[in-house]
Structures are given as C-alpha cells and as structure tokens.
C-alpha cells in the first residue's frame, strides 16, 4: 500500500496560530478535503464493555465508502490491509491528533491504549456500523468540516451566523449557547444549557454566541469547510447580541 491509498497526517494543536491567549486550543480532523454523514465518538475512559481498556476493531469496507479515524487523545496501533493489493499488513502508530483516512476497500485493525479517545467517520451513512455506536451526527447532516475547541479557562466562542447548518457535541464541561434570528429582528433570544454529551443543531442564518467553562471539551461540525472569518463568520451589525452576560 502507497501513501496516496492512506493518509496518516499528524494535526498540528500547540502554538498553531489558532490559539487565543492560551485560554483555547482550536483543532480539526478534516476542513474541506473529506466529508462525513456519519460519525461516532469512542471513549475508552467510560466504555466499560471493552475489557482492559483495549479495543479492537476489524471493518471490511467492501461498500465504497471511505472512513477517517482521528484520535484526539492517547496512543493506538493501526494495521491496514488493501483488498486490492493483497499486500502485507502497513503499521501506523498513533498519537494524539493523528488521523488515517481509510480508502474504500480494506481490513483493519485499531488497537487504543487505556484512556484513549477516538472519532470515526465515514464518507457514507449505511446501515451497517463495525463499532456498533450511534451516530452523533443529525439525520441529512453532511459534515465537510470536523473542529475541536479545548478550553483552557472560561471562554466566550461565536458571536456570528453562518449560511449553512452547524451542529455541536459538547464531550465534556458545560456551557451556554445564545440563539438569536437574524432574519427575524424582533425574535427573542433563545438559550440553550449544554451538559456532557449534549447536541445542539445550530440552523443557517441563526446567530450563535457560546460561553463555556474551563477544561470543556466541544466538536462542531459544518456542511461547508471553513475558509475564513470573512467567507464564513457573518456579524449581526448593532445588535445586543454581542453583549450577553458570559454567565460566570
């Protein structure tokens, strides 16, 4: 197997030129150059049906749909077989943000360390999962965007609106969303209380601000990649919006 069948791509996620006075660290596991219609979140410190805090994961992908594992936190030991190579098994070992873009026909196997916590995607939602969780991701929601925001003290986030859905999993810490719509002037706020493990679907044309708590962990997913602040962020000019309490 050659490198342009699997990508195995480490993300940069220190002193990237993303972080804000190191009070938050910004991180993606595809922006643009892959989409998914189906994700699952696998985390090994809470998962008490995989014994000895390892797992493993053996997918035949013979239905044309290509999948990316991203690992955002520990260590795993991947072996990937190509169906139409017949070549021995590659080996690619894991760190954290490390991912492997799976191409639509092979074996593998995934092996984590105790603690790790892992994001699988696939291109193609289908009614066949080899790893047997939910999928995170809305009914017709097609992600060309995966991002991750790690808080390292109470931090506002938002304050815009997008032209396409967004949609939020808060892995853990807490936090509150203000909704507000923009082609409404006179509609209320709405607010929306996050705990660990909530959703929220964030609709185009919606104005969004976020105040989350210190050591709290959130993914957001788009339906189109992320180019810059002025392609994608929209302001909602004069508007109290951007004045909510932070709800310290």
């Known amino acids: ?24 660290l910004l991180t993606t596991a595809f922006n643009g150059d892959f989409s998914a219609e189906y994700a699952s979140y696998i985390d090994l410190e809470k998962n008490a049906n995989i014994k000895n805090g390892k797992i493993e ?3 035949g992908t013979s239905l044309g749909n290509k999948q990316l594992i991203y690992l955002l936190k520990g260590s795993a030991t991947f072996r990937i077989t190509d169906f139409s190579i017949f070549e021995d098994p590659n080996v690619y070992m894991l760190s954290e943000g490390d991912r492997i873009i799976v191409p639509e026909r092979a074996l593998y196997e995934l092996h984590a360390e105790p603690g790790s916590k892992i994001f699988t995607f696939n291109e193609k939602l289908s009614n066949y999962s080899p790893y047997n969780w939910d999928n995170i991701l809305p009914e017709g929601f097609n992600a060309k965007q995966a991002k991750f925001a790690f808080l390292k003290d109470d931090f506002p986030l938002g304050g815009h609106y997008h032209k396409y859905n967004e949609f939020f999993f808060l892995i853990n810490g807490e936090g509150n969303f203000y909704f507000k ?40 997913f788009t ?26």
């Open 57 to 59: 994961i053996i997918d």
């Open 181 to 220: 719509d923009t082609k409404t002037p006179d509609a209320l706020q709405e607010l929306h209380l996050l705990a660990p493990e909530s959703k929220l679907f964030v609709p185009a044309f919606v104005g969004h601000k976020a105040f989350l708590k210190k050591d709290s962990l959130l993914v957001g």
């Open 223 to 248: 339906e189109e990649p992320y180019i810059s602040p002025e392609h994608n962020d929209h302001k909602i000019e004069g508007d109290s919006f951007y004045n909510l309490p932070t709800g310290k």
């Open 1 to 24: 197997m050659t490198l342009d069948r699997i990508i195995h791509e480490t993300k940069d996620r220190p002193n990237n030129g993303l972080s804000d006075n190191n009070r938050r």
